[in-house]
């Protein structure tokens, strides 16, 4: 419990925007900007300037009020029950009249939004961006693999061919890139940059040939 401490401190005052949640907890975007809209009401989530967040201690209530819609459960009392899971003490939810929710799932969407940000945390870790290197593109840390390059690699062909085409890499690294690229999508035009392998590649749309530098 100890260990956990320090992340729940560096976390407490983070926001996450909507492409974070959608990459983190596997919601379509347009369900996390719904679902941030209804939460705005408890203060847990933030609409401003067409950009939606929502904070650290209330990401697991995307889900938790996501399942409520689907059992049926009118917006009113959907506020309650995530108020009620937002105070209680952990494992120590207490049930809300009119509906089915328990101390041990509340706990699960807890859980699971912990091992989210984890992921997401691991996933910036994972990821590094200097002037010098790449002419300043998000790059696996280490290398000279670009992030997004990844991304598209994996969305296009699967993980396992872009594992085939960067052997050197591991599993974990791949994954991590693409989370880190679903969580921050580009805005605007791709850049373009010289890509770090010496054959031609077959993109989501197109074939590139890359360069070594």
């Not at 992340?7 to 379509?28: I, P, W, Y």
């Not at 290398?143 to 991304?151: F, L």
């Not at 890509?195 to 031609?200: D, L, Q, Y």
Request: some cysteine.
């Amino acid at each position: 419990m100890t260990a956990l401490r320090p992340l729940k401190d560096r976390l407490r005052n983070r926001e996450f925007t909507a492409a974070q949640a959608s990459a983190m907890l596997g919601l379509s975007g347009v369900q996390v900007n719904n679902l941030i809209d209804e939460l705005a009401q408890l203060g847990i989530a933030h609409s401003k300037d067409r950009k939606r967040t929502i904070e650290y201690r209330g990401l697991f209530s995307l889900k938790l009020c996501r399942d409520l819609i689907r059992w049926d459960v009118g917006p009113a009392l959907r506020l309650k029950v995530i108020q009620a899971a937002l105070d209680a003490p952990r494992k120590k939810f207490v049930g809300i009249a009119g509906t089915n929710i328990s101390a041990m799932q509340v706990g699960n969407y807890r859980k699971e939004a912990s091992d989210c940000i984890r992921q997401l945390q691991n996933a910036e870790n994972a990821v590094s961006s200097k002037p010098e290197i790449m002419q300043g593109e998000p790059c696996i840390r280490g290398t000279r693999v670009p992030v997004y390059w990844i991304a598209d690699m994996v969305d296009a062909d699967g993980l396992a061919e872009a594992k085939k085409t960067y052997p050197q890499l591991t599993e974990k690294q791949l994954r991590s890139a693409h989370l880190y690229a679903s969580a921050n999508p580009r805005r605007g035009r791709p850049r373009a940059i010289s890509w770090p392998v010496g054959r031609a590649i077959k993109g989501r749309s197109r074939t590139r040939t890359v360069t070594l530098d």
